[in-house]
Structures are given as C-alpha cells and as structure tokens.
C-alpha cells in the first residue's frame, strides 16, 4: 500500500474505482492525488493503489460534510446502467445532497460523467435518464465550478459494450443488426476519459460537453470491422428497428444484462457519434488496437504481428 501523502491533493471518486471508468481514473490520478472513494463493494485495484475506500451506497449517505473534508475535486461516477425509478430516486436523491454539501463546503472543482443527450421519450419516460438530467441541472444551477462530461459509447478491458459484441460474434458467427446500421458511434477509450477528466477539472470551468472518440463510424461498418478482426465473415440477423426494440425488452424481461431496449433505441437514434473531443495533449486512442487484443485475449493467443 502506498503511504498517504499529505502534500497531494485529495480527489473523492464517488462510485469508486472498480468500474469501467473508476479504474481508468484510478491508473490516471493515483500518482498525483490521494485518491477517496465511496462506493459498496470492495475493489482490488484500490487496496494496492492506496485508496481510501469508505464503504457505502450513495443514497445512504446523509451527511456528505465529513467526506469532503480537504477534497480538491469530487468527481460522480455512480450510476446504474438499468432500473426502475424506485432504484434511480434514491441514489440521485444521494448525489443531489452532494452537490449541495459540496457547494456549501466550497469545494473548489465538482467534475461528473453523465451521458450523450436522448430522443425524447427516453429524456422524460426512462428513470435511468430522467434521474441522471436531475442531477446535472442540480450542478447547472449551482454555485460550484463544474465539468459535466458526457461521453458517448466507453472502451475498455472488461467493458460491457464492445468486448461483449466481440464475444457474441466469435460464439455464435452470427450478430443482430439493428434496422440498417446506417446510425454511428464514436467509441472512446476509458482511460482517454480519465485524461479528459483531468483536463475538464484542471480548467474550473463551468461546462458541459458531449465526448466523442477520435473516429465516427457508421455502426455497420465498425461491426463489419469486428468479424473481419476476428478472421470472420460478416453474418447478420437483419431486424426491423421494432422488432430490434423488441427483442432487447424481451432479453431484458427474461434477465438479461447484455442489451436493455433503451440502448438499441438511443443507438437507432444516431444520437451515438459525436465529434471528437479535441485538445487532449496526445491522440485518442483508436478503437482497432484494442479490438485486435480483445479478440487475441477471447481466442486465447497473443495478438498478431498484423494486427
Ligand atoms: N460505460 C459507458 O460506455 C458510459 C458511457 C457514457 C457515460 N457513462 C457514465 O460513466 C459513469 C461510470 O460508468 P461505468 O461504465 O464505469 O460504470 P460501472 O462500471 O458500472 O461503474 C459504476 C460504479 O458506480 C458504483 N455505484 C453504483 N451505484 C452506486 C451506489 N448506489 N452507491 C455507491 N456506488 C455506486 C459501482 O461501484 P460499487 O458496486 O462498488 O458500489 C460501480 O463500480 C456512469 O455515470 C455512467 O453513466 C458510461
């Protein structure tokens, strides 16, 4: 365990270091901050980095004041990817009495990762959505300086997106294509968050930005790229965007976590491609390097020279 510095400053991660963007905050600022984080389950990486973990649900915590105590940055990762209101009202009810608390101490940056904006009927109808827009207007009009940070479509190891379509089409040789695949993504990595992160905080101004990754791909194409990663043919299961709704809320009825309905139909809207995010001292990271190892890692071998 790395002895605590007083010198540096102290960051509070809520929602910890164990997810796909805590642990690309943790290998990002650990060297230079102490590192606070609030979350439920224990994660390895944070007991080795030195963290200080303050085991807790967000929607628990009733007093935010000990916490923040000496916090340069807090910066919000909590979210669920699904769930009904019953599951979003309190933990945003948690991060709304943040945001007051951290206003009150005078924290001096409050950074927090929310999503791309939705059509419509999701923005209003959907918990996962209404609750998180709670949130960021509760920081809009606040006093605090904040970054609001909306990433699109995250890469990373063990992420639930791209690794999971990799998996599915070297399982079955076979991957749903939603209407035409005519919409885009921009996939960014994790870790070129982190970085984005850093630089948004660093800047203490009162912003709010969509995040792209470095290319725009046409969805069909980047799935077309996948297959030929990972020495396949492209096959597709050719759905309607109805039907593609449907079977995402049938999984999602039957228990499934792969796929909930309300990300193939934000994807359909081709809401999902943002521009790049520019200004980062470094590129962004291209997303084929990565498929290259994901599919080596899946396949079991190291990736090749050509690759
Ligand atoms: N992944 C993407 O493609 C993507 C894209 C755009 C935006 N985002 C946003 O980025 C943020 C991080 O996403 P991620 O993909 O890293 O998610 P993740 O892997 O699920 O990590 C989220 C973390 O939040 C913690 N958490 C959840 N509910 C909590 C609660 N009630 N109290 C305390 N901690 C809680 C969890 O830790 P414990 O289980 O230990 O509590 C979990 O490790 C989220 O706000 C998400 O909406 C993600």
Redesign the pocket.
């Given at each position: 365990m790395r002895p605590p510095d007083g010198s540096q400053p102290v960051l509070l991660v809520?929602?910890?270091c164990?997810?796909?963007?805590?642990r690309a905050v943790l290998a990002e600022f650990s060297r230079d901050h102490r590192i606070r984080s609030?979350?439920?389950?224990a994660?390895p990486g944070e007991a080795t980095a030195g963290v200080d973990w303050v085991p807790?649900?967000?929607?628990r915590v009733r007093d935010w004041a000990p916490l923040l105590e000496g916090v340069a940055t807090v910066l919000?990762?909590?979210?669920?990817?699904h769930g009904s209101a019953r599951r979003f009202r309190p933990?945003a009810a948690?991060l709304l009495r943040l945001v007051d608390a951290a206003q009150r101490a005078g924290v001096p940056r409050f950074v927090h990762?929310?999503?791309?904006d939705a059509p419509a009927s999701l923005e209003q109808g959907l918990p996962y959505l209404a609750f998180?827009r709670s949130v960021d207007r509760a920081l809009e009009s606040s006093s605090l300086p904040y970054a609001i940070l909306?990433?699109?479509?995250?890469f990373g190891e063990r992420?639930?997106?791209l690794t999971v379509m990799l998996r599915t089409m070297l399982r079955y040789r076979r991957f749903p294509m939603f209407g035409e695949g005519r919409y885009h993504v921009s996939p960014l990595a994790?870790a070129d968050l982190a970085r984005i992160l850093r630089q948004e905080s660093e800047r203490g101004a009162r912003t709010n930005r969509v995040v792209g990754g470095p290319q725009r791909w046409v969805y069909r194409d980047l799935t077309d790229r996948m297959f030929g990663i990972l020495g396949a043919v492209p096959r597709y299961v050719r759905l309607s965007p109805a039907s593609s709704v449907r079977l995402a809320r049938l999984m999602e009825t039957l228990g499934s976590s792969r796929l909930y309905a309300y990300e193939v139909e934000w994807l359909l809207s081709d809401r999902l491609g943002p521009p790049a995010y520019e200004g980062l001292a470094q590129p962004l990271a291209a997303v084929e390097p990565f498929l290259h190892e994901e599919a080596a890692r899946l396949r079991g071998r190291a990736p090749s020279v050509a690759a």
């Amino acid at each position: 365990m790395r002895p605590p510095d007083g010198s540096q400053p102290v960051l509070l991660v809520v929602g910890g270091c164990g997810g796909l963007v805590g642990r690309a905050v943790l290998a990002e600022f650990s060297r230079d901050h102490r590192i606070r984080s609030v979350h439920r389950h224990a994660a390895p990486g944070e007991a080795t980095a030195g963290v200080d973990w303050v085991p807790a649900d967000v929607a628990r915590v009733r007093d935010w004041a000990p916490l923040l105590e000496g916090v340069a940055t807090v910066l919000n990762l909590a979210w669920y990817r699904h769930g009904s209101a019953r599951r979003f009202r309190p933990l945003a009810a948690g991060l709304l009495r943040l945001v007051d608390a951290a206003q009150r101490a005078g924290v001096p940056r409050f950074v927090h990762v929310s999503v791309p904006d939705a059509p419509a009927s999701l923005e209003q109808g959907l918990p996962y959505l209404a609750f998180k827009r709670s949130v960021d207007r509760a920081l809009e009009s606040s006093s605090l300086p904040y970054a609001i940070l909306r990433p699109t479509m995250l890469f990373g190891e063990r992420d639930r997106l791209l690794t999971v379509m990799l998996r599915t089409m070297l399982r079955y040789r076979r991957f749903p294509m939603f209407g035409e695949g005519r919409y885009h993504v921009s996939p960014l990595a994790a870790a070129d968050l982190a970085r984005i992160l850093r630089q948004e905080s660093e800047r203490g101004a009162r912003t709010n930005r969509v995040v792209g990754g470095p290319q725009r791909w046409v969805y069909r194409d980047l799935t077309d790229r996948m297959f030929g990663i990972l020495g396949a043919v492209p096959r597709y299961v050719r759905l309607s965007p109805a039907s593609s709704v449907r079977l995402a809320r049938l999984m999602e009825t039957l228990g499934s976590s792969r796929l909930y309905a309300y990300e193939v139909e934000w994807l359909l809207s081709d809401r999902l491609g943002p521009p790049a995010y520019e200004g980062l001292a470094q590129p962004l990271a291209a997303v084929e390097p990565f498929l290259h190892e994901e599919a080596a890692r899946l396949r079991g071998r190291a990736p090749s020279v050509a690759a």
